[in-house]
T-cell receptor
Framework: DQQVKQNSPSLSVQEGRISILNCDYT??????FLWYKKYPAEGPTFLIS?????DKNEDGRFTVFLNKSAKHLSLHIVPSQPGDSAVYFC?????????????FGKGTKLSVKP | NAGVMQNPRHLVRRRGQEARLRCSPM?????VYWYRQLPEEGLKFMVY????????ESGMPKERFSAEFPKEGPSILRIQQVVRGDSAAYFC?????????????FGSGTQLSVL
């Protein structure tokens, strides 16, 4: 039973355009959401997060939007760069699990073409 | 590089052998987390430890798996009598304070292959 779902295994975008990565969740107890980026043969790297009391958080080229009623969040990258090519994981916490007990989606592989 | 260090990067074991995976957290971090990633899957939480204490082991398989984080030295994830299904990437993460919603810093992982 997947509580965090990333339904698109892959996404291809042209350099300079916007990348939109989507994530859906089922557990209404989640109160904090994170995006991690992962390059091959490396560990995940924290990218951006959002608390459930907000609907938007922005950090440079990266913006995360949260729609609690739809249990949906999205990561926007604009403009996309070839160095953004990686696997992006959505994760959630706050369902009663301990600190650090994150629920991850399966990831979306983003390819940004020059 | 003062990041989270995991070793070995690659570990090959035959069925029935033991696997020991090591993790040294970032300097100043006393909270360690182990995650497992099976092929084509997301990361799955296994265990959360502080020095000499297991805080949350709700994600650990009931048998063959154990973890420790001694007062001195790295955290160890130990898998006894490995089976093919244990083949996965095992990631360690650390954080400084163990506070809610604190960012985790991940190591590069250990790829375990069971023959």
């Amino acid at each position: 039973d997947q509580q965090v779902k990333q339904n698109s295994p892959s996404l291809s975008v042209q350099e300079g355009r916007i990348s939109i990565l989507n994530c859906d969740y089922t557990n209404s107890m989640f109160d904090y959401f994170l995006w991690y980026k992962k390059y091959p043969a490396e560990g995940p790297t924290f990218l951006i997060s959002i608390s459930s009391i907000k609907d938007k958080n922005e950090d440079g080229r990266f913006t995360v939007f949260l729609n609690k009623s739809a249990k949906h969040l999205s990561l926007h990258i604009v403009p996309s760069q070839p160095g953004d090519s990686a696997v992006y994981f959505c994760a959630a916490s706050g369902y009663g699990g301990s600190q650090g007990n994150l629920i991850f989606g399966k990831g979306t592989k983003l390819s940004v073409k020059p | 590089n003062a990041g989270v260090m995991q070793n070995p990067r690659h570990l090959v074991r035959r069925r029935g052998q033991e696997a020991r995976l090591r993790c040294s957290p970032m300097k100043g971090h006393s909270h360690v987390y182990w995650y497992r990633q099976l092929p084509e899957e997301g990361l799955k939480f296994m265990v959360y430890l502080q020095k000499e204490n297991i805080i949350d082991e709700s994600g650990m398989p009931k048998e063959r798996f154990s973890a420790e984080f001694p007062k001195e030295g790295p955290s160890i994830l130990r898998i006894q009598q490995v089976v093919r299904g244990d083949s996965a990437a095992y990631f360690c993460a650390s954080s400084p304070l163990g506070q809610a919603n604190e960012k985790l810093f991940f190591g590069s992982g250990t790829q375990l292959s069971v023959l």
